[in-house]
């Protein structure tokens, strides 16, 4: 394998590690003073990353070229689609930071921490990788490499106590998933006598032993974890919660991304063959996700916490394209997730916009209550991301499920999609719970600070995306995402 | 005209007003808010105008190819277009009667009504199946906020009700659609309304729409958010909420169950049928005992609902062309009665019937117009209300004399809530000083009231006009449905006509006595 054709094609990644490292010197020899700058730096780094993205993304490229070191990584379309995703989101949530950690709301360690944007760097990097991983072994190093850097990001206000919690309680349980995901790999291993992807699928052919199926099971029950699917997703509303508000952002955003990619390409490429093995797991997943996350956020009172529920919901829509096991599925989800995304940073942003005039942040629907009256734009805002999220048509969020369910139905799971679509109806009661607090609710009028112009950028854009307006977007999208998901099932 | 996309105009002015009346003062956005749904109407009587009866099926037809994965398909045949005149004639009046009772958010409660608008002409007018259902189910976020923000004390509950319900109902819908179009290849309504599904499929496709227009229509037992929501609403609201959104269910069946699954739908008829009698029987009595003017009146909504389900699964051209009637006709007269409580209510603020009493005397000119919408509720002859109730009450007659039966009770029931309501607020004795010194109706409520009067007793007197339009597309569905038509058990044995007229005299035996 020629070295240099393998360097061309992790171009982004070395783009990320050569500015994680020498923002990292700039952040240990200049100090927090340099934490702006290097927060505006750092986006731009993903901002010119992603456009290295486009001609590739745009033309479409799958097969034996985009393997990368003797196939330890594959840069095909699929893997390129959710790095251009897993960049978008890290944009947005460098870009609401510096507010929200220069603000009363950051507590004792107020002032933007240069670590910040370098922390998002490398989780960034260790997401490139787990997207683009063809190889166990580079699988791993990606994860680890992520989560590490997300356990710090979690904990970031260290004086705070509920971030500290937030990021011990993730490490702890996120150390447990590695682990569960090890062992699923090292009885894969043992079981098939490879590692990578198509060494992996060629040993597993035909009726699955007993131990390969276990090894299955732990690999999937690790990664179930990793995308806080249910019954693995109790880390989710605690980290969420306690997190700083702009982290909570980005572990919504890329990370899930990352996560549920890698998932993708795991039951896809590994386990392709056997897809009557998994599917059975995923349809339990999703629908139980679905159900639980609905249910739980019924009762929180903290937003943070009701849009951890949130994200368990959605994820469960997600692994309904998944269930579907085929390319149409597939893509489905790439355009879910990418509708997601937007929604949960127009979300986590309308939420960082809750200040008072010290800064200090609103987080419960007590402090929320008659918003519209008091301000009227980030009420409207809101009121169009929770329709969103509920699937509401004429908004974005209904060409989501719009999407998902049509594969579902198309590839003969009607009873499946039919059970799914009527559990929807429970989340829907608890986002229009926050249209009746903010609209049907007497003002408290309690949010009264300002907004820089990054929030309100942020706000106006994703609510652009979700608006009708989005459905714009839509051709260009299924086309990317068509691409993406048919690098998944090339013949073997 | 030709080429003059006027069904997208129609749904654009109010868009266009919604956008503007958020940003404007309150008295700007009635304003706006009046003018563009005038407009809309006006151009809604060029719609009819220019719609050609005995043409094509579809007309005003407009395609573009959608981003998304649906076309933009728009067109109308002779129901659609006389349910969106029904819309569009609603509205201005309903902008009127919020004139003075809205004071506070005023902008975003026009705005909410104008968007309303749209997604209701949008609904009639879709021609492509997933089209139809962005509109129909867009139509819960304006309906949401007009109940939850302006409504009465228990309005939070409301709104969820009528939110949730709905949403359940349409969701599993929108799966079966899917099914649909994955099978027959298209998201064409007209051609989907020719495309035979397998008869096994049909039953569980027929559920799934059933479970959307049953809550819309709403059929016992899934009328329990209609009286909540009733309630609570503002008066406008609940004209709209009676006038146009209870006839998507209705539509619905029309357009989608009836054609495109006539097997399920003749299978399924005596589910129809049985929940009809239920509703009818039930909800009358129900009405009967009821103390809140606007509670009554929604029950009246449902029996009459009732019997539009019956018309429409009694499969021959009297039942759908009597159900096309009743649910214009209840359209206009349950719309008008929620306004001639709301004129009362903005009076002295409570919708309790035994707060009122003997308006008749100190408000002369309501009661009248009150008394005309009650016997036209009641369906006395003259009026809308027994043109559609005799035709589907015919219709249903030949198909089962036991249910025509029971769902007559409905017009003798009807006359008895009715008719009890009417006499503890007009008439009866003097009882509340306060009642008494109300104001008759003043230049606003007159220009609300005479429209609709005038229209009530056009469709009663001279029914053709209405009947034209949809006369060959309710000839079409018959048609299509008739190889599913259940067998009678009314027995009708057609008889030989008599030569003469039964009453005719003979006419030479008067000429030659004439000579003398």
Not at chain 1, 62 to 91: Q, R
Not at chain 1, 104 to 123: D, T
Not at chain 1, 365 to 373: C, M, Y
Not at chain 2, 358 to 374: D, E, H, Q
Request: aromatic share 14%; hydrophobic share 55%.
């Amino acid at each position: 394998m020629d070295f240099v054709a393998s360097f061309v094609l992790i171009t982004p990644e070395l783009q990320l590690t050569a500015a994680g490292l020498i923002f990292l010197l700039v952040a240990a020899w200049m100090g927090d003073k340099a934490a702006r700058g290097l927060t505006i730096a750092a986006a731009a780094v993903f901002f010119v990353a992603g456009l290295g993205l486009i001609p590739a993304l745009h033309t479409g490229v799958n097969g034996p070229d985009t393997l990368a070191f003797g196939g330890l990584l594959k840069v095909d379309s699929f893997a390129l689609f959710s790095k251009a995703l897993i960049y978008l989101a890290a944009i947005g949530c460098l870009l609401v930071a510096p507010a929200f950690f220069n603000s009363e709301a950051a507590g004792s360690e107020k002032g933007m921490r240069a670590e910040y944007p370098v922390l998002i760097l490398f989780a960034a990097l260790g997401m490139s990788i787990m997207v683009s991983a063809n190889d166990f072994m580079s699988l791993y190093l990606g994860l680890e490499l992520n989560s590490l850097a997300a356990y710090v990001l979690a904990s970031i206000l260290r004086a705070d106590t509920r971030s500290a919690e937030a990021g011990l309680k993730y490490f702890v349980l996120g150390a447990l998933a590695s682990g569960i995901l090890l062992y699923g790999m090292s009885l894969l291993y043992g079981f098939t006598g490879g590692t990578d992807f198509a060494g992996v699928r060629a040993g597993l052919t035909g009726e699955l032993g007993t131990g390969a199926l276990f090894g299955l099971i732990f690999v999937m029950a690790g990664l179930a974890f990793k995308i806080a699917a249910v019954p693995f997703h109790m880390w989710t509303p605690d980290v969420y919660e306690g997190a700083p508000t702009p982290v909570t952002a980005f572990f919504a955003t890329a990370p899930k991304v990352a996560a549920v990619a890698l998932t993708a390409r795991v039951v896809f490429e590994v386990f392709g063959a056997q897809v009557d093995a998994w599917r059975q797991i995923v349809m339990f997943t999703a629908l139980a996700s679905i159900v639980f996350g609905a249910l739980g956020a019924i009762g929180q009172e903290n937003l943070k916490r009701l849009l951890a529920y949130s994200s368990i919901n959605n994820i469960g829509f997600i692994l309904l394209g998944l269930a579907v096991a085929n390319e149409a599925g597939a893509a489905s989800m790439l355009i879910y997730l990418f509708i997601y995304v937007a929604m949960s940073l127009g979300s986590f942003t309308a939420l960082l916009m809750l200040r008072s005039d010290s800064g200090d942040l609103y987080e419960t629907f007590g402090d929320i209550s008659g918003l519209a009256v008091t301000r009227p734009a980030i009420a409207w805002g809101l009121l169009f991301l929770m329709f969103s999220m509920a699937g509401i048509p004429p908004l974005l969020g209904f060409y989501s499920k719009f999407v998902v369910f049509q594969a579902t139905v198309e590839a003969g799971l009607v009873a499946f999609a039919a059970i799914a679509i009527a559990a929807s109806v429970i989340g829907a009661f608890y986002y229009i719970k926050f249209v009746k607090v903010m609209f049907f609710d007497e003002p408290t009028d309690l949010v009264t600070g300002k907004s820089g112009a990054a929030h309100w950028a942020i706000l106006f854009l994703t609510a652009a995306i979700i608006s009708p307006l989005g459905y714009l977007l839509t051709p260009s999208l299924s086309d990317l995402a068509n691409k993406a998901a048919g690098a998944l099932f090339l013949p073997v | 005209m030709d080429g003059f996309p006027l069904l997208s105009t129609m749904m654009l002015v109010p868009l266009a007003g919604a956008i503007i009346a958020l940003f404007v003062s309150a008295n700007a956005a009635r304003w706006t808010a009046l003018i563009a749904t005038l407009v809309t109407f006006g151009l809604g009587v060029m719609l009819w105008i220019g719609y050609e009866i005995g043409g094509a099926q579809w007309q005003f037809t407009e395609r573009a190819e959608l981003v998304a994965g649906f076309s933009y398909a728009l067109g109308i045949d002779g129901i659609a277009l006389l349910l969106i005149m029904l819309s569009v004639f609603l509205m201005p009046i309903c902008i009127a009667a919020s004139w003075s009772a809205i004071q506070k958010r005023v902008g975003e409660y026009m705005s909410a009504f104008l968007f309303m608008e749209t997604l209701m002409i949008g609904t009639f007018a879709a021609q492509d199946i997933f089209l139809f259902y962005v509109f129909f189910e867009a139509g819960l976020i304006p309906m949401y906020l007009i109940i939850g923000v302006w409504g009465g004390d228990n309005r939070i509950y409301a709104s969820y009700k009528f939110f949730l319900y709905t949403l359940f109902g349409s969701v599993l819908m929108l799966i079966a659609m899917f099914w649909m179009v994955a099978t027959a290849g298209t998201s064409d309504i007209p051609t989907l309304m020719q495309y035979d599904f397998p008869t096994e499929a049909q039953t569980w496709l027929w559920l799934a729409f059933f479970a959307s227009f049953a809550v819309k229509v709403p059929m016992w037992p899934f009328h329990t958010w209609l009286p909540d929501a009733h309630v609570q609403a503002p008066t406008a609201g609940s004209v709209i909420l009676a006038g146009v959104l209870l006839k998507l269910g209705g539509y619905g069946f029309l357009r989608f169950s009836l054609p495109m699954f006539p097997q399920a739908s003749a299978d399924f008829a005596w589910l129809v049928f049985a929940l009809s009698m239920i509703a009818v029987v039930y909800t009358s009595l129900v009405a009967l005992v009821q103390h809140d003017m606007k509670k009554l009146i929604a029950y009246s909504s449902v029996a009459h609902m009732a019997i539009v389900t019956v018309g429409l699964f009694s499969f021959n051209v009297q039942g759908l062309e009597g159900s096309m009637i009743i649910m214009l006709s209840h359209g206009l007269v349950s719309g008008a009665l929620f306004l001639c409580v709301g004129v009362i209510y903005d009076r002295l603020h409570t919708r309790e019937i035994d707060r009122y009493g003997a308006i008749s005397n100190n408000m002369p000119y309501y009661a009248l117009f009150f008394l005309l919408f009650t016997m036209a509720s009641i369906g006395l002859p003259g009026t809308s209300g027994f043109v559609g109730e005799f035709l589907s009450l015919a219709g249903i007659y030949q198909v089962s004399t036991t249910v025509a039966l029971v769902c007559t009770t409905g017009i003798i029931l009807g006359a008895a809530y009715m008719l009890y309501l009417y006499r503890r607020v007009a008439f009866g004795p003097e009882k509340n000083e306060d009642a008494q010194t109300m104001a008759d109706i003043t230049p606003r409520e007159w220009a609300m009231m005479v429209p609709i009067a005038a229209v009530v007793m056009w469709m009663g007197v001279y029914p053709e006009s209405f009947l034209a339009p949809m006369r060959a597309d309710i000839a079409v569905l018959d048609a299509r449905i008739a190889s599913a038509t259940p067998e009678s058990d009314s027995q009708l044995v057609v008889g030989a006509p008599k030569a003469e007229a039964a009453n005719a005299v003979p006419y030479e035996a008067h000429s030659e006595d004439g000579a003398h």
